[in-house]
């Protein structure tokens, strides 16, 4: 069934790292669940798929986690990845360095995390992540007996998106290539591969690689793949914050040529983007949903681990709505919840419930569930 996503965002007690806040579209106000993290105190989401948050921690331990039934999977750490295996075998690496340097690693380890379905209703399901500067793409598939991340597509390619779809994983190339893939066998095999070439000459015109950081997207809507450019001024002078996104373009994937076509209007859909797994909604199903928009997070975590680590300057910031029609970043419906903050750690993250929050019991013993309208 489709729903729309929850915000989930910082507790009102900047210190307090165990509770969570989510923000509902419908009814314009927050939710909270108390000491939710009280098992993850320093652990860094990085992923947001199916209802369930992908959560690391400062060791490189990672678990599937749903804040709503705070059910936990434990997966595999990211040292059993042959590239992070040598890390450790570096002479200049210690433990301590490590943890010193924990929010730079952060930024530089994990890119994104999706799920291959609800891990709810199905045990037998993979998990796909990219990392690391170069984009690299790995799997490990839980219920093997040797559950462990394993290296999967070609180093000499930059993933800058990954989504499953009707079954299969979709990976998107900086470059605009998307890959098809079965993971139903034992190790992945790729089913298709497309190298659809976007005309880059007007987007640079208009957006100059030296001004503006470019990310990319993969999403599915209403049937066709979605190829989502995402541009962000670096910096903007007389104001606070560091960057701040200002344009998006879209291309669809056409059925027949095979090619990327420019998509102007967006129609009755919701796209909803940022660290989470990719995804549009009707607001025709979803009239709290603004059409033909996309509503974006800041997920620009390498470049807040340095900006953080260098001097002090805090991100998550980047939220708003953009109109395509319009070609404007509208504020956040809900933006005084947290418009003055300077989120850093932990960023905001879409989620898409399962079970829907009103599903779940909340009692004395549970985490409390609040939020006065504003």
Known sequence: MEQTPLLMIPSQEKKDLHTRRFFRLAENNTFTLKNVFRD?????????SHGWLVLMDGTGKLDLFNPFTEDRIKLPSLWT??????IKTHPNFSDESFARNTNLLKGYM????VTSCNPSCNKDFAVVITHNLRGRLAFCKHGNNRCTWTDLGDESDHYSDIIFHNGHLYTLTSGGSVGVWDMTKSFPTKIFDLHPFADQSEINKDFPFAKFDVQHYLVESSGDLLFVWRFIVNTIEGETFPYRTLHFHIFRLSSTSKEWEKVEYLHDRALFLGGNHSMSVSSRVFPECQENSIYFTDDNSYEMSLKYIANGQEGGHDIGV???KDKVVEPLPG???FDKWTIYDPLPFWIFPNPWPSTVSYNAASPSLSGPRP
């Open 40 to 48: 993850f105190p320093e652990a860094w989401c990085v992923g947001s």
């Open 110 to 113: 994990m890119g994104k995390a």
């Open 322 to 324: 953009y109109n395509l």
């Open 335 to 337: 933006h005084q919840y």
């Open 81 to 86: 990845l042959p590239h992070f295996a040598k």
